[in-house]
């Protein structure tokens, strides 16, 4: 089980940090991927994160904005999001699988968090 929270209201050029909790499975096992998805729009990768090294990898529309960080002893997965823009505005997901940017690489999806980015 994952369950992403820590989402709002932010206005443009804020932060918010997500945290995506893991229950039920063996965290170290998992790579974890960070999609989105905004209405009237397809799921859209944001980034993920290896279970072995930790190494990231991020859309070119995240990169250098959005940081994924890990800590497996409290199986749980952040998401920090900074310089937020209005089109960042969406539902934010959490995943655990392959580590990959396609959403079908990953078995175990939380209910997700909204993000809305406005003034």
């Known amino acids: 089980q994952l369950q992403a929270s820590g989402g709002g209201l932010v206005q443009p050029g804020g932060s918010l940090r997500l945290t995506c909790a893991t229950s039920?499975?063996?965290?170290?096992?998992?790579?974890i991927g960070w999609f989105r998805q905004a209405p009237g729009k397809e799921r859209e990768f944001v980034g993920s994160?290896?279970?072995?090294?930790?190494?990231?990898y991020y859309a070119d529309s995240t990169k250098g904005r959005f940081t994924i960080s890990r800590d497996n002893t409290k199986n749980t997965v952040y998401l920090q999001m900074t310089s937020l823009k209005p089109e960042d505005t969406a539902r934010y997901y959490c995943?655990?699988?392959?580590?990959?940017?396609?959403?079908?690489?990953?078995?175990?999806w939380g209910q997700g968090t909204q993000v809305t980015v406005s003034s």
């Open positions: 995943a655990a699988g392959s580590y990959s940017t396609v959403a079908v690489a990953y078995d175990y």
């Open positions: 039920g499975f063996t965290l170290d096992y998992y790579a």
């Open positions: 994160i290896r279970n072995i090294g930790y190494s990231t």
